[in-house]
């Protein structure tokens, strides 16, 4: 499949980095298959904005290496960033980049955290495998956010380039220069969080009756209502579907989809889903990943999504990016794990994932 920014499979157990820097699942589980953790489609908004005010600088240099049609991005340092958490006075800095408008799907490069400190030196390039042509329409996001384990990473300010007007050829644009860092003000970004709302219900039956026998693990039922005001991404023609993966299995066992709904953006599914093996403790593990896609002949194109769970940032003790619900997911989740044999319902906005 053409649209999914990273599904990548390995078996269970086996400690090696997968491509989102995500370390397999070890942990026992009733859940059908939990065959690996995958970045599965990472923000670049899972996180606070506006929490934090925004102050110090970045340093960075930009180059097209032509020999491998690779845009080079080599990341320096910051300097005098803000303090993210104010009651232990301290900042674990990492910077991540995107291409904007996401058109080539290229995804998100991101540096290590460094810990501790306000003044993080990085020295390391991030890659983007791209034609230089294509380079005319993007603009290049490089933001600096703070990693918190236990909670959800705060934005601590970005730089903008415009990289269709971006002279190659001038020898002073290849250096290395200090950049301000700006609040999230980019129109690009901003327009990107408006991608309308999901309303669905979620229930939770402990102890379904399958044949003439009860079964001794429950299953999560999913039902997929309707979609408002979704974003038009192609002229006025938008057909969607949805698909949905129960994380941190990514198998093509936890994979479903609904059928596409043609030419509205206000589509109506009325589809549900069923997934089984669920214990009430793998419950507190597991999150539903929701994805709103316009489907296309060519490639099928992100619109939206969301991810209900208890978004505590981890799952069977490994520290996972995808365990970031939003308040309003995270209710929801609860409501169900409270409500056995109920269908819960809400209305909840899609994100960038």
């Known amino acids: 499949e053409t649209d999914t920014a990273s599904e990548s499979s390995y078996s269970l157990g086996r400690i090696k980095k997968s491509p ?16 690996s953790v995958s970045g599965s489609l990472m ?29 080079h991005i080599f990341i320096c340092q910051c300097k005098d960033l803000a303090v993210a958490d104010v009651k232990r006075q301290r900042s674990d800095p990492y910077v991540k980049t995107y291409l904007l408008p996401e058109k080539y799907k290229l995804g998100k490069r991101k540096t290590s955290v460094k810990k501790k400190t306000f003044n993080p030196v990085y020295n390391e390039i991030l890659r983007y495998k791209i034609e230089k042509d294509h380079l005319k329409n993007q603009s290049l996001n490089i933001s600096v956010w703070h990693n918190d384990t236990f909670g959800r990473n705060s934005f601590l300010g970005e730089v903008e380039l415009d990289l269709g007007t971006w002279d190659w050829n001038d020898k002073s644009n290849k250096q290395i220069n200090w950049f301000p860092l700006k609040p999230r003000t980019s129109t690009m970004t901003l327009s990107l969080e408006n991608r309308g709302e999901m309303k669905l219900a979620l229930q939770y039956v402990p102890h379904p009756v399958g044949g003439k026998k009860t079964l001794s693990t429950g299953e999560v039922h999913i039902w997929v209502k309707e979609c408002h005001d979704l974003p038009l991404l192609r002229g006025n023609r938008l057909n969607s579907f949805i698909k949905c993966t129960v994380l941190p299995d990514t198998s093509r066992k936890s994979r479903q989809k609904t059928r596409t709904v043609a030419k509205t953006t206000n589509p109506v599914f009325n589809h549900t889903m069923v997934y089984d093996g669920f214990r009430p403790e793998d419950l507190k593990e597991a999150c539903i990943e929701l994805t709103v896609w316009d489907h296309h002949k060519l490639a099928n194109h992100f619109l939206g999504g969301l991810r209900i769970g208890l978004g505590t940032g981890k799952s069977y003790g490994t520290t996972v990016e995808w365990m970031d619900s939003t308040s309003d997911e995270t209710a929801l989740w609860e409501k169900m794990m409270n409500s056995p044999n109920t269908w819960i319902e809400d209305t909840l906005p899609l994100r960038m994932l």
């Open 20 to 35: 989102s820097s995500l370390t397999n699942l070890s942990g026992s589980s009733g859940m059908a298959s939990l065959s």
């Open 43 to 71: 923000s670049i908004y899972s996180a606070d904005f506006g929490n934090v005010d925004v102050k110090g600088n970045i340093q960075f240099a930009i180059d097209y290496v032509e020999q491998l049609n690779e845009l």
